[in-house]
């Protein structure tokens, strides 16, 4: 089944009482036995919904797993996967990671012995070198969350075999359609479902996707136990918004790459990063393990902090808002919106600046988000 038929029908079936096409939205707290430990396979919705068994058949399904496990947050699924973890173990993490992952490892499960060590995973061999005895897991963002660094999952695949390390990689600004990690013998999948996989900013959402039945079992004891769970109608206008993803991760794309061009050549404009232009230190990766280059761009202007800040409070159509991967494009300031919690020292050394720009771009018309962009950028 290709990609296009999975995204409308992958664990979809009609419903049995009534044949509805869609799902029907599961909206229960709990379920009637017929007997004493007896009943239809379901118990408490904590536990299971048949809402989300659909969407996590369907994202497993998407991402050529297995098993996929549904989290009321991006950030829940997150913090579900370091509980497979225990005091003492140590996890190398990419160094440009979302702000609300810096600050889960290095403000919380710092409290209880989780000890992280942040490299440059864009370089292999930065991995490699941090590890230690008590390693047991590499985080990985590809394209990392701003500054869009992009990581050869084939390498870190072989890396956690050789050491037995469990490999885990945030594949949310490329989504399934784009990059699908299992396929290079990596361990776990993490989305923020909230973002290109829902796609319409109406839900919060999260999952976990794999291929081993030992890490499903324990994240489904953990969803169970800690009751993050997605709720029905949240799963269910998951689910509408994944039927579109192919055609709407296409635009995406498309619309991405002729913005990052246009910001490219702006005499106004100090840098661009985009997997999709030739410029990026990661480029020849990004063609070889990704189908298209998303629609998450990042950029610097010529002069001070506040030609950004003058640049995005400028836009007319972009929405200067704190998400991305939705049809609107979006556009955001990582050191005082989703980064603010990342030390300012931290932040710079990674090179995460004050004036660093992060653009989502959206599934508008190209020519009206350049417009758009263009008039701001007259203003600065």
């Given at each position: ?15 049995p ?14 379920y ?133 390390l469990l ?43 794999t ?23 949240d799963?269910?206008l ?18 991405g ?49 506040q ?74």
């Amino acid at each position: 089944m290709k990609f296009a038929t999975k995204a409308v029908r992958a664990g979809i079936e009609p419903d049995p009482s009534t044949g509805a096409i869609v799902p029907p939205i599961f909206q229960t707290a709990t379920y009637v036995l017929d007997e004493i430990g007896k009943g239809k396979g379901y118990d408490y919705t904590r536990s299971s919904n048949p809402t989300r068994a659909v969407l996590e058949a369907n994202l497993a399904a998407l991402e050529g797993g297995k098993y996929g496990v549904s989290y009321a947050s991006g950030m829940s699924a997150v913090d579900a996967v370091a509980r497979l973890l225990a005091a003492g173990d140590h996890v190398i993490s990419s160094d440009d990671v979302y702000g609300g992952v810096s600050r889960l490892y290095n403000q919380i499960l710092n409290r209880f012995g989780l000890q992280i060590t942040y490299v440059d995973t864009s370089n292999p061999e930065n991995i490699v070198e941090a590890i230690r005895p008590e390693t047991k897991m590499v985080w990985i963002e590809t394209p990392t969350n701003p500054l869009l660094k992009v990581t050869d999952l084939e390498i870190v695949g072989q890396i956690g075999r050789e050491h037995n390390l469990l490999t885990a990689v945030d594949s949310t600004f490329a989504t399934p359609y784009l990059l699908r990690p299992l396929e290079y013998g990596i361990d776990l999948v993490v989305h923020s479902t909230t973002k290109y996989l829902s796609g319409h900013n109406q839900i919060i959402g999260g999952a976990v996707i794999t291929n081993r039945e030992d890490l499903y079992e324990e994240l489904k004891f953990v969803q169970k136990s800690v009751g993050a769970v997605s709720s029905p109608f949240d799963c269910w206008l998951t689910l509408l918004g994944l039927k579109t993803l192919p055609l709407r991760m296409q635009k995406h794309s498309e619309n991405g790459m002729a913005v990052a061009r246009f910001l490219e050549s702006h005499p106004k404009v100090a840098r661009v990063s985009y997997p999709g232009l030739p410029s990026h230190p990661q480029h020849a990766i990004a063609r070889r393990q990704m189908k298209a280059f998303s629609g998450m761009i990042s950029f610097e202007l010529k002069g001070d902090v506040q030609s950004g800040i003058t640049l995005m409070n400028s836009v007319r159509l972009c929405s200067l808002a704190e998400s991305l991967g939705a049809v609107e494009t979006m556009i955001t300031h990582p050191a005082s919106m989703t980064h603010a919690s990342v030390p300012k020292e931290v932040r710079e050394a990674r090179g995460l600046t004050d004036s660093l720009v992060r653009l989502s771009v959206g599934i508008e018309h190209v020519d009206d988000i350049i417009a758009d962009l263009e008039q701001a950028l007259a203003r600065v």
